[in-house]
């Protein structure tokens, strides 16, 4: 069983550990609570730690020059609170690799949180970002931000998970940073760079290239490529693409039967009449058979914990 870096996740605090919420609610969310068991938790509800109470009157952003956050009912303006503690707060992490959000929240929402002309909350114009959540996307570009609400889609879920592991992963490479590691690391990865980001591939095989003993300035330079490479979902061509590519490692090894049955596989993946990992089984199968330990060793094939696969 392989052994992965534990990601550091910024979770809203909220979901699942304590009732956080503006009525005194608490989110159970079943994703969340099994991936607690694969990272580790970095918790934090950026409404009590501006000092509103629990439970507290509903807060609103409303659009404006800039925008603002208002409390209705009290007319308080918490938008210079909220900016405050959100740069101190994210300033203070010397680690993390993704951060887990409370969907429409004025503060944390990603991409939902409703948004208002008024500043009494009666007329939505529209969906924006939480408070909190838009210093996150200004500071931490490139890394994999979500609420529980998105994660429910399973493509955006395994983005996510794929992006926290590897981020995870190079983190801790810097704890035994050598030339010899790192080259390790990027032959490890070559595969899912290749579907990801094929120009960032030949970039960072650029850097791996003229490498130079125990070079950490090679090292920042490599790792902000590297996380920037993974910034959409690949596309089922660029898929199949790294799947025909491995397959290329054993074709000449296998019957004219096995072939046409992997083809086959393929074109059912194609369709979308079977999921990833059926031909990612397969390949995997042939690289045991034949002890193509290259093969073995490729994140593409195992990005993160397999019990993470089926929520």
């Known amino acids: 069983m392989e052994n992965f870096a534990r990601p550091k996740v910024v979770l809203s605090k909220c979901i699942n550990l304590e009732a956080t919420r503006y009525d005194g609610g608490i989110i159970k969310d079943e994703f969340a609570k099994k991936l607690g068991e694969f990272v580790e938790y970095i918790p934090v509800c950026p409404e009590v730690q ?57 503060s944390c929402g990603v991409k939902d949180t409703n948004y208002y002309k008024d500043y009494e909350g009666k007329e939505p114009v529209g969906k924006t970002s939480g408070m909190f959540a838009r210093k996150v996307m200004e500071m931490f570009k490139n890394y ?33 940073l050598t030339k010899s590691n790192l080259i390790e690391f990027h032959a490890r990865y070559k595969l899912m760079l290749m579907t990801y980001n094929q120009t960032n591939l030949r970039v960072l095989g650029k850097i791996i290239s003229n490498l130079k003993e125990n070079e950490i300035d090679a090292y ?66 042939f690289a045991i058979r034949f002890n193509e330990d290259y093969i073995l060793k490729q994140k593409y094939f195992n990005p993160y914990p397999k019990e993470l696969r089926r929520l």
Do not use: W
Not at 93 to 105: I, M, T, Y
Not at 155 to 166: E, M, S
Not at 228 to 241: M, Q
């Open 144 to 176: 994999p931000i979500e609420d529980e609400k998105r994660l429910i889609d399973r493509g955006i879920r395994d983005l996510f998970l794929t992006k926290i592991f590897a981020f995870a992963d190079i983190r801790t490479l810097k704890d035994n």
């Open 220 to 285: 920042q330079n490599y790792s902000q490529i590297f996380k920037s490479s993974f910034n959409k979902k690949p596309s089922v061509g660029a898929h199949i693409n790294t799947l025909l590519h491995a397959f290329g490692y054993f074709k000449d090894k296998l019957s004219p039967k096995e072939k046409a049955h992997f083809l086959d596989v393929i074109e059912d993946f194609s369709k979308g009449n079977i999921d990833l990992y059926t031909p990612i089984e397969l390949i995997l199968g």
């Open 50 to 106: 501006i000092g509103l109470p629990i439970p507290r009157d509903p807060i609103i952003i409303v659009k404006n020059e800039p925008d603002k956050l208002i409390q209705p009912k009290t007319k308080i303006d918490l938008t210079q609170k909220m900016h405050e503690f959100s740069r101190g707060f994210l300033k203070s992490l010397n680690e993390v690799d993704g951060f887990l959000l409370k969907s429409k929240s004025p």
